[in-house]
Every structure is written in C-alpha cells, then in structure tokens.
C-alpha cells in the first residue's frame, strides 16, 4: 500500500474529490531522460521516459489522487534509481556496499540552497529518499546485473594491491567486511593464481629497509596477516640470497 502522500495544499482541498487533467509534458531543462508532468497548470513531477510510457501519461489525461500517488512515488523511484545507478557504475561494489549506499540516502540532511531572489545562500533539510523504495531499487538492480557479489570477490582478489602485496588473511578479512560470503570467498581465493609466498616478497622488498631491526618487520608482516614461520623462512631465504 502506497504511503499517503500531501498531493495538494489545503486551499485545493475542494479538488480531491474530482479528476486532475495533465495539461503539459516538458523535457526538463537539466536533467537527461527526465520529463516535467504538469498537472492543472503546475508542476507536479518527472518521470523517466520510460515512466511516461508505462503509465500512459499524456496532455489532457484525467488522473484522480490515487494516480497522482501513483506517479509521485514513481517519480521518487525513477531518481532514486537513477542515483544508485550512478553510484554502481562508479566502480564495482559488493551488494552490501550498494544497501548502505541507499539507505544513507534515505536520510534528511542539511544542505545549502541559493535564493534566486536575493542570490543569498540559505540551509534547508533535504528529506531523504522514502526507505520503503530501497529494496525496489535494489531488485532493479539486481535484475540489470548490478548485484554480484562474486564479480566483485573476483575484481576484489585480483587487483587489490598486486604490486605492493596482500596476504590472501587480509583479502579475506576485506572480503568479509564488505559483505561477502565465506562460501563465495573460500571459491574465490581457491581459484586465485595470488600465493601468501610471492605476496610475501613483495612486501619484504617493499618494507624490509623501512625497519632498524627484523624484529619489528616481523611483527609489521604478521599483522599483514601472513604465517610467522613463512616470514622466518622468506626472511631466511633473503638473508641467504644477499
């Protein structure tokens, strides 16, 4: 059931109980793929394009309230969409990155208008998004192949700090904070050409004469996240090599 949404201020209360009429369609000025909806000769919302299509809204149409609901909350949804859209296509996110996403977007926040008026700049509450329409958008994203938790384990695992080095611990740590599944990252990692031994070397390169003693670049390596018989014998292994 929709949530009751004010449609119109008190002094068109005499209105709600007969038919609104759509009198005009207008590109919006700043905004791409978006529609102005004027109904009774005032501006009521956008719509996606294809939102004006799915709900046949032309010039002269009768809608009643509920309708007028209707395409208020698909209006909402159309730009709630929109944002999350451009937030995934940013760069790869887990799933649970994309839901905090959106529901840090439901909330009010403060922020600066300027006044066309007088050209001073004033601070208003923005209300957020209505928190009923994220698990909406996150269907329709899912739906497109924007959700996939394993894609991301994939990207996640191959590209995190290749040149510098990464024990497979701390990928999995990483994994498991944004969201990820152990199954998915047990797949993952079991399927990664990345090995604790060249991770290793890379990072005692790196690293070894950043330290005045070994002692604490082992302790700098364990908490990496690698084995400590594995820093001993790679140390070892090094020492030999010089």
């Given at each position: 059931m929709l949530e009751t949404i004010t449609i119109f201020d008190a002094d068109d209360s005499a209105k709600t109980n007969q038919d609104h009429r759509v009198t005009d369609i207008k590109e919006a000025a700043y905004k791409q793929n978006r529609?102005?909806?004027?109904?009774?000769?005032?501006?009521f919302c956008s719509l996606d394009i294809s939102q004006v299509v799915d709900y046949?809204?032309?010039?002269?149409?009768?809608?009643?309230?509920?309708?007028?609901?209707?395409?208020?909350?698909?209006?909402?949804?159309?730009?709630?969409?929109?944002?999350?859209?451009?937030?995934?296509?940013?760069?790869?996110?887990?799933?649970?990155?994309?839901?905090?996403?959106?529901?840090?977007?439901?909330?009010?926040?403060?922020?600066?208008?300027?006044?066309?008026?007088?050209?001073?700049y004033q601070t208003k509450m923005q209300k957020g998004y209505d928190s009923s329409l994220v698990p909406l958008v996150l269907e329709r994203l899912d739906k497109h192949g924007h959700l996939n938790d394993r894609h991301f384990a994939e990207l996640?695992?191959?590209?995190?700090?290749?040149?510098?080095?990464?024990?497979?611990?701390?990928?999995?740590?990483?994994?498991?904070?944004?969201?990820?599944?152990e199954a998915i990252i047990d797949e993952v990692l079991q399927n990664s050409s990345r090995n604790d031994g060249e991770e290793l070397c890379k990072i005692i390169a790196r690293k070894a004469n950043h330290y005045d003693n070994q002692q604490k670049l082992i302790q700098y390596l364990v908490r990496q996240g690698f084995n400590y018989s594995d820093i001993l014998d790679e140390l070892a292994s090094s020492s030999d090599g010089a």
């Amino acid at each position: 059931m929709l949530e009751t949404i004010t449609i119109f201020d008190a002094d068109d209360s005499a209105k709600t109980n007969q038919d609104h009429r759509v009198t005009d369609i207008k590109e919006a000025a700043y905004k791409q793929n978006r529609i102005n909806i004027y109904v009774d000769d005032k501006f009521f919302c956008s719509l996606d394009i294809s939102q004006v299509v799915d709900y046949s809204v032309k010039v002269g149409r009768k809608l009643s309230v509920a309708e007028l609901e209707e395409l208020k909350r698909a209006s909402d949804f159309g730009k709630f969409y929109t944002c999350a859209l451009e937030y995934v296509l940013m760069r790869p996110h887990s799933t649970k990155e994309i839901r905090d996403y959106l529901k840090r977007k439901t909330l009010s926040k403060k922020v600066r208008v300027k006044n066309c008026k007088t050209g001073e700049y004033q601070t208003k509450m923005q209300k957020g998004y209505d928190s009923s329409l994220v698990p909406l958008v996150l269907e329709r994203l899912d739906k497109h192949g924007h959700l996939n938790d394993r894609h991301f384990a994939e990207l996640w695992v191959e590209n995190r700090n290749t040149k510098k080095g990464t024990s497979r611990k701390k990928l999995r740590n990483e994994l498991l904070k944004k969201g990820i599944s152990e199954a998915i990252i047990d797949e993952v990692l079991q399927n990664s050409s990345r090995n604790d031994g060249e991770e290793l070397c890379k990072i005692i390169a790196r690293k070894a004469n950043h330290y005045d003693n070994q002692q604490k670049l082992i302790q700098y390596l364990v908490r990496q996240g690698f084995n400590y018989s594995d820093i001993l014998d790679e140390l070892a292994s090094s020492s030999d090599g010089a």
